[in-house]
């Protein structure tokens, strides 16, 4: 399987989210992926960072999952896509799920928040397998991923050949000029990255925005730990790389002796 993960801009309306979803799940069809991937809360924009409020709100979201939708189907890729959503009891931090024919598949919410997002979102409280084109996968958001390992093992165990990683980290106006990826003086992201591959046995797939100084790369990574691709640091585009399902034995994470750590 070919799967893709977009590294987008910081975009500057729902609008221009729209458009770059859209050239960049173009680019990922053409080299034949069968599903791509985008960076954490990317529609409407990760909150603070000054978007429109109008952009915000509970119909305009809807209008552009909608869209997201025909894309997919226009396309024939199916299409992770992380939004914030309105819920009755508060707004989420979730990752939805579109098949190739434009059918929504369902969602995963980011189930631990940092505590910088506490007055930004709720905490989701649930975890779903997913499976395209008869790959079963997982989806973890963000800090989760890097601080709660247990998000990844528990797919690993449910069967999931590959978690998918929507994050964001860096900024536009300060920070490090990253040069090599995984490198000793790097942030820690991108061995974290790798050991959430390497400890349970699957593929490990991340997506983060293209800032001027981004703290990681998107990155694929095999079940062994090593990187397979990786984006171009401060690059808008896309990297698409084949998958074998059958390497992705999950046997670390299926030899995890779960009784022995009981509360």
């Known amino acids: 399987m070919k ?25 990922a069809a053409d080299q034949q992926a069968e599903i791509i991937c985008f960076p ?18 509970a119909e305009k979201l809807q209008e552009a999952l909608e869209k997201v939708c025909q894309i997919a189907n226009r396309y024939s890729i ?13 707004l989420l931090n979730l990752a939805y799920v579109v098949s ?47 601080r709660y390992p247990e998000s990844v093992r528990w797919a690993a165990r449910q069967g999931a050949k590959i978690v998918f990683f929507p994050h964001f980290n860096g900024s536009n106006t300060e920070g490090v000029e990253l040069t090599e990826w995984g490198s000793k003086n ?18 490990f797939a991340s997506s983060n925005f293209s800032s001027r100084y981004p703290e990681s790369a998107s990155s694929l990574i095999a079940p062994d730990g090593s990187c ?27 030899r995890f002796k779960k009784e022995l750590y009981k509360d």
Request: aromatic share 12%; glycine share 10%; charged share 20%.
């Open 100 to 146: 190739a024919t434009g059918e929504i598949l369902g969602y995963q919410t980011k189930n631990q928040l940092d505590p910088t997002e506490d007055d930004w979102w709720i905490p989701g409280t649930a975890r779903s397998i997913f499976e395209v084109n008869g790959v079963k996968f997982g989806i973890t958001i963000c800090h989760e991923g890097f």
């Open 186 to 203: 790097n942030p820690y992201y991108e061995k974290a990255m790798m050991m959430r591959a390497l400890e349970n046995t699957i593929y």
């Open 40 to 57: 954490e809360s990317y529609l409407p924009g990760y909150p603070g960072m000054g978007y429109p409020a109008e952009d915000r709100s």
């Open 228 to 254: 397979i691709a990786h984006e171009r640091y401060g690059r808008t585009g896309v990297i698409v790389a084949a998958i074998d399902p059958e390497k992705a034995t999950g046997l670390l994470a299926g």
């Open 78 to 90: 199916a299409i992770i896509v992380p939004m914030d959503w309105h819920s009755p009891e508060g």
């Open 3 to 27: 799967i893709a993960l977009a590294s987008p801009p910081f975009v500057n309306s729902l609008a221009d989210g729209l458009y770059w979803l859209e050239k960049l799940t173009q680019d």
